[in-house]
């Protein structure tokens, strides 16, 4: 049982950078395969990356990989969602979630608003 709380979105304008964060409390986040999401209005969810439980592999959506980034620090149970050159299209709630099976993932965030103007 992990609870999964998002943070670091915002306001940006495009061109600039955000990182969300991903904090885990009760069962380590070491765990856990964490996986970023997001939703823009009217979209279905998309996924965004992955990253395995000690960090070695990451995976990236084709659409961001050039962009994003996805790391974790497992000591202090935070995963996170390095976002840079952001573009108005990139606007979506994102989500972080967490499962022990890869691509089934039983627990999520509350998700964070990512908002970028042109």
């Known amino acids: 049982q992990v609870q999964l709380v998002e943070s670091g979105g915002g306001l940006v304008q495009a061109g600039d950078s955000l990182r969300l964060s991903c904090k885990g409390t009760?069962?380590?986040?070491?765990?856990?395969?964490v996986g970023w999401f997001r939703q823009a209005p009217g979209k279905d969810r998309e996924f965004v990356g992955r990253?395995?439980?000690?960090?070695?592999?990451?995976v990236l959506a084709d659409d961001v990989k050039d962009r994003f980034a996805i790391s974790r620090d497992n000591a202090n149970n935070v995963a996170y969602l390095q976002m840079n050159m952001l573009r108005p299209e990139d606007t979506a709630i994102y989500y972080c979630?967490?499962?022990?099976?890869?691509?089934?993932?039983?627990?999520w965030g509350q998700g964070t608003q990512v908002t970028v103007s042109s």
């Open positions: 990253i395995s439980q000690s960090g070695a592999t990451k």
């Open positions: 979630a967490a499962g022990v099976i890869l691509n089934q993932y039983t627990y």
């Open positions: 009760g069962r380590a986040l070491v765990t856990y395969i």
